[in-house]
């Protein structure tokens, strides 16, 4: 009888146990992202052509220059990606060079976007099986990189650009050389 | 009537809003040529997580970057990779959460001793329950 | 107005409920016989208003009332009739009445026909049952109204997803909720007979065919799931350990390891901790599984409407109950302890290996469910699937069913050896020879080559018992026994063979075409557009060779709803006795080829045959133990009154 005791004692101990675990997982947000486990390595190498004739394309020894850059991954028919296109307008202004990687997108597409929402980029490499996306670490556009001038990548920002999180990024792109 | 429909239905039938239009990846769904390459893609598909999914594998997904990932699973077994080359890979890429196979590390090892402790306390309450001795009287059913 | 109808007889139900679980109350007090005489009736009138609550918001569906909020978010009025009704439940609030409903029938059921129970533990176990139901009553009442308006109805509904409009809605989630909440009936029962301390072998067999009920009922629930997933979703796969397909198999575990429980507590008077420990755990797994999957923390295809709010509330009703069922366990632990061992031969001890391993592979399950959210907890992302699930249950399974094979032949209390020397050594025999043989001639994985082998053991084990017996005057619980662990075997005899065997082709196809995919061809005809009540699709004519002869056709579609848009694959199943041939459509390339996907899946159709004989046999068990109890209560009646006669005749003779 005493080993059935010490038996149910167990039990509820491991019901509290689960209890208290699912307390705590009411209280947090759902958080649907994936983030990159690349932060902190190098960038893999990739050479991109470009996506519009008016940029020349990305590859890895371009992000390894000297430079720290943002680099925006986006597609012309991702939705949210109109929404940051201003303030992605505000961090070149600032200073910040930004280049993108297009998913999945014709150029026609591509050149209608940026026609409509401006260019920010200086360059754009044309990503069109996700090869370049998938090898960084991301899962879903909008979303955008720091990466420091020796091709490392110190920060990753999932979703769009809100305008709190300019001063953010452009801290990051500080800190990693900028 | 129905043929206008049906009309609707081929001009409907065109992607959705908000994906892409550009064809999926060349091995997104075709098979390697090698059938036994081909097999050992498929039971690594399985077990890959699509990550825009809710939770499916990517063998068993329509997203287009489910797609993109099997086009990589593919080629890379192709060109020489193993299986578990390629899972490293997306590992190191995504973390552990692209995998559905967890590895044994500092987070995951109770998943793998707490079965061996089940296996133990089931031997114990057998052991604890059952006894060799014959019963005192045979009884019928 | 008939909205509120409903709502006034939905808490009526609750009031009921209420005053069944204060009669319970008092029946256990000295003194409270008058109060306690309300219990059954209140159940039964309980029963009959929630009852009249359903069929009002069956009505509402059917009408498409779009005035009712819950109408308006999942319903639309071009919808068939039949996914009208079942668009009732396929959402939160509707699912959740259907639960309470089929909760209160059962308390209903009980109240009615049951005779057999002390009448104190009659009284506590409706007082359970009471108590577990106004829980829900409240989480319904309170926060997940279905009969709650809108100020302006809309001028269309918004429609359901169409992955849920089909046959499989229909009856997936209606028999999955008689079993869960029929599980509540075993808790009620457990927890009444501990309030009264009567766990004795007569509460074994009133328990019985309610347990064997509910889960008669929840292994067609988890079969029709894992079909509809299979013809639904598009790539023939039949089970995804996927955190909601372990919550419902949980309970199934834990309920089948009761069922078998009960009967040794019936047949020895032992396992009476047993019997209440999974009496307890096989409902707590029901709620425990209802609340991940309405709480939206565990991430997961069936995406329910998720509401952290909700869970919460769910989440107090788990701590209660089953808080409540262990406290009162353990302060009862006296009534229920017997350490009595029994022989390693004999079916009693076969029967506590079965609930070891039932019991171990439930805490597997919800070990790899749950992980991922201990993970979280400490922002580390692990996913845990398949390849964990799979070998690891296996350890525990395998030799459960080796066990399996033999147990239904061992005597209880003891047996010899000498007696079972030549089913043990055949059964052995076959195993080696089986595995042996499939290793030299297939190169298939160990997992399912051991599915396989132990297939073909526990096929023949199962028929063991009738051996030597009168097929004619067996016990129709007999037959049930052997029917059931009969479909284990075929079940598991599919799985192994789908896993093992199973040939896929994808193929970007030309009119005129051939494809070739294990012994069948299909030649692509043509592809053209169709037309549906809510729907349009593009649909491939395929024409099947099997073996080279012509054989039929198929017709897989790709399929657009417009409310609300979405796109699904209707597959094309084309049956013969030896497997399936699954087929489907996929998207056109760009140089005008389509996308052709197709799969031979050898005895595919055993897993879910072999889920429908389980079923099957508990079903004709339930029926063997009625039949069998009514003949034993007839025949001692009968018993009694001669005894009665006699006497009345001695004290003439005497007088």
Not at chain 3, 310 to 330: C, P, V
Request: proline share 5%.
């Amino acid at each position: 009888m005493k080993r059935l005791r010490i038996f149910l004692w167990g039990l509820v101990g491991l019901a509290l146990f689960l209890f208290g675990l699912f307390a705590y997982q009411l209280t947090q947000p759902k958080d649907e992202f994936v983030e990159s486990a690349m932060i902190g390595q190098p960038l893999p190498a990739f050479d991109l052509r470009p996506a519009i004739a008016d940029r020349p394309g990305l590859s890895s020894a371009d992000l390894a220059d000297g430079n720290a850059k943002l680099v925006n991954i986006f597609a012309s028919w991702c939705v949210p990606c109109r929404a940051e296109a201003p303030h992605l307008e505000t961090l070149r202004m600032s200073g910040a060079e930004i280049v993108g990687i297009a998913i999945r997108d014709r150029e026609e597409d591509v050149n209608r976007f940026l026609a409509v929402y401006g260019n920010p980029f200086t360059r754009i490499g044309a990503d069109d099986i996700s090869e370049v996306q998938l090898s960084l670490g991301s899962s879903g556009v909008p979303e955008t990189f720091v990466v420091d001038g020796n091709g490392v990548i110190t920060y990753q920002h999932i979703g769009d650009i809100r305008a709190d999180d300019v001063a953010m990024i452009l801290e990051k792109l500080r800190e990693a050389g900028a | 009537m129905k043929r206008l429909i049906a009309l609707l239905a081929l001009v409907l039938a065109a992607p959705l809003a908000a994906q892409d239009s550009l064809p999926p990846a060349p091995y997104a769904y075709n098979q390697l040529e090698d059938p036994e390459l081909e097999r050992q893609a498929h039971d690594l598909m399985l077990t890959l997580r699509c990550l825009k999914c809710q939770s499916q594998s990517i063998a068993d997904s329509d997203a287009p970057m489910a797609g993109d990932m099997r086009h990589q699973v593919r080629t890379r077994l192709a060109a020489g990779e193993t299986p578990d080359q390629i899972r490293t890979w997306l590992i190191e890429r995504y973390g552990d959460y692209v995998s559905y196979e967890p590895r044994v590390t500092a987070t995951t090892w109770p998943l793998f001793v707490i079965p061996f402790v089940l296996l133990l306390i089931a031997g114990l309450i057998i052991r604890g329950r059952l006894t060799r001795k014959a019963p005192a009287q045979e009884g019928a059913e | 107005m008939i909205a509120e109808f409903g709502l006034a007889a939905l808490w009526l139900a609750a009031a009921l409920a209420g005053l069944q679980l204060f009669a319970g109350f008092m029946g256990l007090r000295p003194g409270g016989e008058g109060t306690a005489v309300l219990a059954r009736p209140a159940a039964l009138v309980q029963a009959l208003l929630c009852g009249i609550s359903f069929l009002v918001l069956l009505w509402l569906f059917a009408r498409t009332d779009l005035s009712v909020a819950l109408v308006a978010a999942n319903s639309h009025s071009a919808k068939p009739l039949i996914f009208k009704l079942s668009g009732a439940w396929g959402n939160h609030e509707g699912s959740m009445l259907l639960w309470v409903t089929v909760m209160a029938l059962a308390g209903g059921l009980i109240a009615f026909i049951e005779r057999r129970l002390p009448e104190k533990t009659m009284l506590a176990t409706l007082g359970s049952q009471a108590f577990v139901a106004l829980g829900f009553y409240a989480f319904l009442l309170f926060s997940s109204n279905p009969f709650e308006r809108l100020p302006v109805a809309p001028m269309e509904g918004n429609g359901l997803n169409p992955l849920l409009q089909d046959i499989g809605l229909a009856f997936h989630p209606p028999t999955l909720y008689f079993g869960y909440v029929g599980l509540s009936v075993a808790f009620s029962f457990v927890v009444g007979a501990l309030l009264t301390r009567q766990v004795t072998p007569e509460f074994a067999r009133v328990m019985r065919p309610w347990v064997l009920g509910a889960w008669c009922l929840l292994t067609v629930g988890i079969t029709a799931g894992s079909y509809w997933a299979y013809y639904e979703l598009g790539w023939g796969g039949w089970w995804f350990w996927d955190p909601v397909e372990n919550a419902s198999l949980m309970p199934w575990l834990a309920a089948t390891a009761l069922l078998h429980s009960v009967s040794v507590l019936a047949a020895r008077d032992a396992l009476r901790a047993w019997t209440v420990m999974l009496g307890v755990i096989a409902f707590s797994m029901s709620m425990v599984g209802t609340f991940l999957v309405r709480s939206g923390i565990l991430t997961s295809v069936h995406a329910f409407a998720v509401d952290p709010e909700r869970g919460s509330f769910i989440l107090a009703l788990l701590a209660l109950n089953i808080g409540g069922a262990l406290a009162i366990f353990a302060t009862r632990a006296g009534t229920v302890a017997e350490g009595e061992r029994f022989s390693v031969l004999s079916r009693e001890g076969a029967l506590v290996i079965n609930n070891v391993a039932l019991s171990a592979i439930l805490g597997i399950v919800l070990l790899g469910t749950l992980y991922p959210l201990l993970t979280e907890a400490f922002d580390v992302r692990v996913s845990v699937g398949p390849p964990y699930f799979n070998p690891v249950s296996a350890i525990f399974l395998f030799p459960m069913l080796v066990v399996l094979a033999i147990g239904p032949i061992l005597r209880w209390r003891g047996d010899s050896f000498a007696r079972i020397r030549m089913p043990v050594i055949s059964l052995g025999l076959l195993l080696l020879v089986s595995i042996i043989a499939l290793w030299v001639i297939t190169g298939i994985g160990i997992l399912p080559l051991l599915g396989l082998a132990l297939a073909l053991v526990v096929a023949v084990g199962s028929l063991l018992p009738l051996r030597g017996r009168s097929l004619r005057r067996l016990p129709i619980a007999v037959w049930g026994m052997v029917i059931a662990h009969f479909g284990v075997a075929v079940a598991l005899f599919g799985m192994a063979s789908d896993t093992a065997f199973q040939q896929e082709r994808l193929v970007a196809a030309n009119i005129g075409d051939v494809v070739e995919v294990g012994p069948w061809s299909a030649q692509l005809e043509s592809v053209t557009p169709v037309a549906g009540p809510n729907w349009t699709a593009i649909e491939a004519s395929l024409t099947l060779f099997y073996e080279g002869k012509e054989v039929t056709t198929a017709h897989p579609q790709a399929r657009s709803f417009w409310s609300p848009p979405t796109e699904t694959s209707e597959v094309a199943l084309t049956t013969r006795r030896n497997g399936q041939l699954y087929t489907a459509l996929g998207n056109q390339a760009e140089d005008g080829r389509w996308q052709l996907r197709l799969w031979w899946k050898p005895f595919v159709t055993w897993i879910w045959f072999g889920g429908l004989l389980i079923a099957l046999g508990g079903a004709l068990a339930l029926v063997g133990r009625v039949v069998g109890d009514i003949r034993r209560r007839v025949a001692g009646k009968k018993i009694t009154d001669r005894k009665a006669d006699q006497e009345a005749l001695a004290a003439e003779a005497a007088s």
